[in-house]
């Protein structure tokens, strides 16, 4: 039967050389050279079969990518550019090497996109569930990280892509917006951002209550995606989807910018709260996205 | 019921404020400044339930103790100094926020005690059970890390405490031997060093291994704790506690050093394998430690 060690020799085989990274994996921690007068970005992310994704149904290379893209979605959400991962993972037992590998060849997948090296991590088997953590380290490399509390009155709301109904399959498949971030954050009109994970309207949420604004975001404007429109077939609108669902992955910003890859949606405002103009309404927009209960 | 944005709001009211973390908690992501011309280490750890610690057993605040020692353990392993940590917790349902406020103080009094701050994590809950990582970021902050590899012919090889039992409790309660390593590591004659976690045997082959060197350990010499003896009631004896039990969280460490500290238990040799020195005989000694099986 392989055992965790066999799986750390392999995981050693694969290593790739890096310019940043000074102590590869190996020893009890990695080192990384973060170049002078750069700021280090962390944050970390898990997955947990059957809240996250499904180990029924998707496969374990899209659980790894998952993991892997929540974490560098948050690289965009702060317009900087990864710089390395670790991650755990806790297998149930017997789930076997092939599975294990599989993980880690999604994981790699995901951060390869970036360049991106796995550095480090742990690997645990028990007779839970499947439970895996990103945790990723960005560098600012010449762009001032945007936060959520940055946003002013008067600031143009913008998302991109589509919105809503990423359970339909999205939410395993996206693609971090990093390159897109680091466009927008280089061009030095945009004054909040965050990524799309707990849903717009709880979003948006956090970049005014952050920012100690509110914001008027117009119905019309929101751009819906198919999968919403599919989804709606459960009673709730397009609409609804694309305002509260969570996971979308896209990027929630405020400013005053001109991409082809954004879309307006609203405007910050220095009344508190947030609304939703649908014709000539004018009504609170509050959150009805996922939230973990404790 | 009490959510996740309660317990962030609860984590975000014990912010301190500290001198590297220039984004703290709130963000996508968090942001440090590591020195110029300083080494970033990072690595994380995973504890979970019925494997590293027995939720029926322990108490929240030695679980989360526990997540974050394990890895401020990897830091004195590599001589470096503790900057930030970031954690997650998968909760199980309904183990409602005074539970996970204990879980975090137990993270927090652990990294306190280094002046680690905590600056990110990631909280969700589900029906398995409590799973709990800290990835650590450390500074090399004037020392050079010591590796695994850097053993040499003819070091001495020695260890810190005494070995062997921890189950019967120390594994949930030892403290991490950052400032021993800072010491050690700051005389300059430490060439390799790790922390005891898969137990002694495994973790000489670790340090034999990447150093391309063989050992000969003194039996007498060992430094074999009362839980050894206590737990060898089971039929094995105290030097095989002290030899193959895990999660000693001592360091173990080669070169030529002069310290209280530590007892001095072999040498390096030029020729592989690692050989027992009992009496009159010369037995290899194979590692009996846990392994997690795939």
């Known amino acids: 039967m392989p055992g965790e060690f066999d799986f750390l020799t392999w995981i050693a085989s694969r290593r790739r050389d890096s310019a940043l990274v000074r102590i590869p994996t190996g020893d009890d921690l990695a080192g990384v050279q973060i170049p002078d007068g750069e700021l280090l970005l962390v944050g970390v992310d898990q997955v947990l079969d059957g809240v996250h994704f499904d180990s029924a149904v998707h496969t374990p290379r899209q659980i790894g990518c998952k993991a892997m893209n929540r974490n560098l979605s948050d690289c965009a959400a702060m317009a900087c550019l990864p710089a390395a991962a670790v991650a755990t993972v806790a297998l149930p037992a017997n789930a076997g090497l092939d599975f294990a590998k599989e993980l880690y060849l999604g994981l790699e997948e995901a951060a390869s996109r970036f360049e991106c090296p796995i550095i480090g991590g742990d690997t645990s088997s028990w007779t839970g569930r499947l439970v895996m953590t990103v945790t990723i380290l960005g560098r600012s490399a010449g762009i001032e990280p945007i936060r959520r509390g940055g946003a002013r009155a008067g600031d143009s709301i913008y998302v991109s892509g589509l919105l809503g109904g990423s359970i339909l399959g999205r939410h395993m498949t996206f693609t971090p917006r990093v390159d897109l971030a680091r466009q927008l954050a280089g061009g030095g009109h945009l004054n909040a951002m965050i990524d799309l994970s707990d849903g717009l309207s709880r979003d948006l949420g956090h970049i005014c209550r952050q920012s100690k604004m509110g ?80």
């Open 215 to 294: 914001a008027v975001l117009e119905a019309d404007c929101i751009p819906i995606h198919a999968d919403a429109v599919r989804l709606s077939r459960d009673g709730r609108s397009p609409l609804l989807h694309a305002l509260h669902d969570g996971e979308d992955y896209e990027l929630l910003c405020t400013g005053e910018v001109n991409h082809p890859g954004l879309t307006r949606i609203g405007r910050i405002t220095s009344e508190p709260g947030i609304f939703l103009r649908e014709g000539t309404s004018l009504a609170p927009l509050e959150p009805l996205a996922w939230e973990h209960r404790l």
